[in-house]
């Protein structure tokens, strides 16, 4: 058993359940302040969030990882006060997006300083004494890249990452664009010492090639097949590849969740598409609609409970993983 850190205080692995890896409370893209005349209030973010946990308790989970960078509308009070409403534990992270959608305050400071060791000092300092004067202290660092390359900022922020990930033994979890770079995340965070069962290479379902899953997976990481829902990709095709990770022997190292987004700081997406958004950004999709197409694709009820009960478990416990040949 282990420790982790949830926005309410730490609570020992035991008490985890079932956990979907990968959703938000609320984001806010850069810039989402200026939308004055367009703001969902603290009370309506909070039945929105109320709302949804409640419907996760319903199917028997107990916790969730809400990795909102920093610079993407984290809001850990919000956090804080939906999981006192209803006895959900929720882990945070410290970290940065990616450059193209990510903080200009940090990528404008890059131009004048090495920011390694100044985020490795701002991560470190969130990881023991909490963000800001909230006293709030995330239990995951996040880290991301764009699609097909990295950039020199977003390498600069791996280094971080990794770098505060081995000074406070704190796990990583990651975004991916299009299914690409997850191996680069990989080999940066363990080159730097990082053990690999310590890493979360997130949208890893971006891609439905399974070489590339499981070079991941023989790495020793964990591949989270966390956007089911976003039609970047058919969940037919997430199915389908997940099945095949899983027959292939890599289920013990695969984490779900959807990447849904409950409430959007300054409304980016217009008023008639918002809807819409909202019926698909649900955390209840994997239960209801994916775990009957697994089934369908031959796969076991006890392979299925391990995505969700086993796997984030004896990631947070730092369980290291069997050899995959």
Known sequence: MATVQTVTGPIDSSRLGRVLMHEHLAVGYPGWESATNDQLSHSEMLKVSIDHLEELKELGYASLVDPCPSDLGRDPELMVAAAEATGFNIICAVGLYHEAEGSRHWHFRSRFEDLTPVLTDLYVDELSNGIGSTGIKPGIIKAATGPQQATDYELVTLAAAA?????????????????????????????????????????????????????????????????????????????AALARVIEAGAGDRVVVSHDSVWCWKGQPWPPKLRSRVAERFVPTLFDREIVPKLIDAGVDDAAIARLTDDNPRAYFESAPLAPLS
Do not use: K, W
Request: with cysteine; proline share 3%.
């Open 163 to 239: 770098a505060a990930a081995i000074a406070t033994d704190t796990p990583i979890t990651t975004h991916t664009d299009e299914g690409t770079l997850g191996d680069l995340q990989q080999q940066v965070f363990t080159d730097a010492g990082v053990a690999a069962h310590r890493i979360v290479i997130g949208h890893s379902c971006g891609s439905t090639n399974t070489d590339y899953h499981l070079g991941i997976a023989r790495g020793g990481s964990y591949l989270g097949f966390d956007r089911f829902g976003i039609p970047m990709v058919s969940d037919d095709d997430r199915v």
